[in-house]
């Protein structure tokens, strides 16, 4: 069973930054697809940013384009999301998500259907 662990989350000022992180156990970590959601009050759960196995490939939701990266270290069991430039819309429950896949596939997902397991989300709240 895999379970993963967000930390990182907290209270931030309009155009601040903040780094999530999240440490995956119980699996082989290098093959899953790691993905950041966020979930606003009354709002449906949106992908942020996906990260292919390897980590060559990136794809982010295009509000989130430009000042989100997404990364990942395999070796340490961990995916990271570096958020800058931060706005008050940008608040909400972040989420990680992970979706093992086989050897084959080298892409990344973008629906919350796609993957497997989740984190217990940490919250992220901007404002002045």
């Known amino acids: 069973q895999v379970q993963l662990v967000e930390s990182g989350g907290g209270l931030v000022r309009p155009g601040g930054s903040l780094r999530l992180s999240c440490t995956a156990s119980?699996?082989?970590?290098?093959?899953?697809?790691m993905g950041w959601f966020r979930q606003a009050p009354g709002k449906e759960r949106e992908l942020v940013a996906s990260i292919s196995r390897s980590g060559d490939r990136t794809f982010y939701a295009y509000s989130m384009k430009g000042r989100f990266t997404i990364s990942r270290d395999n070796a340490k069991n961990m995916a990271d999301l570096q958020m800058n430039s931060l706005k008050p819309e940008d608040t909400a429950v972040y989420y990680c998500?992970?979706?093992?896949?086989?050897?084959?596939?080298?892409?990344?997902?973008?629906?919350?259907?796609?993957?497997?397991?989740w984190g217990q989300g940490t919250q992220v709240t901007v404002s002045s």
């Open positions: 119980g699996g082989t970590f290098s093959m899953h697809v």
């Open positions: 998500a992970s979706s093992p896949t086989n050897p084959f596939y080298s892409g990344t997902y973008s629906e919350p259907y796609e993957y497997d397991y």
